[in-house]
């Protein structure tokens, strides 16, 4: 067991609260902890501390929330009088600078949520879900100037089930990934740990998720490519389509079979034919001839809905037709 190091953690949400722990647990000294500024969130725009700050006031940590960091002299100071053995960064939602890149005798060491080269950038565990990755996982990397091009150091896989999504994905990788980082650190100051340079000619990108990502595309995306977008991109940005010129956000759906063909976005009902829209399921054609069915359904200006409740009270439902304002007032 190697002697404990000096460090300082850099992260901000909750993913990256787990390795602030175990670091803690391990007995590692974090001399300092650098987290963004506290942010309005939700509509009444109430300030809200991150989640890193949180837990290290009640781990007795120093927290430090500078806006800027790449000039910023007066922190340049304070890391450098610190002398780290290490910086160890989490989801901290900054580019580090040079200076800093350059402070640390073991290196910056950063926790990444998928398996380098694939999906370097901001949002890989989203992504590997919307795409349909089967297995993903987590990989501590040297950190250098690129986006997430430094050398490999540890990685551990996890197997994605079909129904798993990003809000299940984040916690369990953010729990596997702690003692990960644990280890990294002890293979590195024991110097047994050798990096390994990633292969570029694989390399992905997993940008930055927008609110227009969770649009459906019925004519250009399969049922289970809208499934597993879906599945990504829990809670944010979800999915939607439009119909009659409103927002259609899709809060549960699912591939499902049907033998009937028909444009991409047109509706089909299945259940019962007494009239009453009780027990009916609502599903949608999709590219490749591949059905989807929409269980859960919040139209704009309205609550959210099960299916069965969305098709009440309209006249022909088989006349319905999701996707952009044109296509469905067609």
């Given at each position: 067991m190697v002697k404990p190091l000096r460090l300082v953690f850099c992260g901000t949400p909750e993913f990256a609260v787990p390795?602030?722990?175990?670091?803690?647990?391990?007995?590692?000294?974090?001399a300092a902890v650098l987290t963004q500024p506290d942010r309005p969130v939700g509509r009444r725009q109430v300030m809200t501390a991150p989640a890193v700050k949180l837990r290290a006031l009640e781990l007795g940590l120093a927290v430090d929330q500078p806006e800027t960091i790449r000039r910023n002299e007066p922190l340049r100071a304070r890391l450098e009088a610190l002398a780290p053995d290490a910086i160890v960064v989490v989801a901290y939602g900054r580019i580090l600078p040079e200076w800093m890149l350059q402070l640390p005798r073991l290196g910056c060491i950063n926790l990444h949520g998928s398996l380098l080269p694939r999906h370097r950038g901001a949002a890989p565990i989203q992504w590997a879900l919307a795409l349909g990755d089967r297995v993903t996982g987590n990989t501590?990397?040297?950190?250098d100037a690129g986006l997430d091009t430094g050398p490999i150091l540890l990685q551990q896989t996890v197997e994605l089930t079909p129904e798993m999504t990003s809000m299940e994905l984040f916690p369990l990788l953010a729990t596997r990934g702690a003692p990960l980082m644990v280890e990294t650190l002890q293979g590195l100051a024991a110097g047994t740990l050798v990096p390994q340079a990633q292969d570029a000619s694989q390399a992905t990108l997993a940008r930055l998720l927008t609110r227009e990502d969770g649009r459906i595309e019925f004519a250009q995306q399969t049922a289970t490519e809208i499934w597993n977008r879906w599945r990504g991109f829990q809670p944010w940005p979800g999915v939607f389509t439009v119909w009659q010129g409103r927002k259609l956000i899709v809060h549960?759906?699912?591939?499902?079979?049907?033998?009937?063909?028909a444009q991409p976005g047109e509706v089909?009902?299945?259940g019962s034919t007494s009239g009453s829209s009780a027990g009916q399921r609502l599903l949608v054609a999709c590219a490749g001839g591949s059905w989807l069915e929409l269980v859960e359904v919040q139209l704009e200006g309205r609550g959210r809905v099960r299916a069965e409740e969305f098709l009440r009270g309209l006249p022909d439902a088989s006349a319905i037709r999701f996707g952009t304002p044109a296509e469905s007032e067609a």
């Open positions: 390795t602030l722990e175990a670091l803690v647990d391990a007995g590692h000294e974090v501590t990397m040297l950190l549960r759906l699912r591939p499902a079979e049907l033998a009937a063909t089909r009902v299945q």
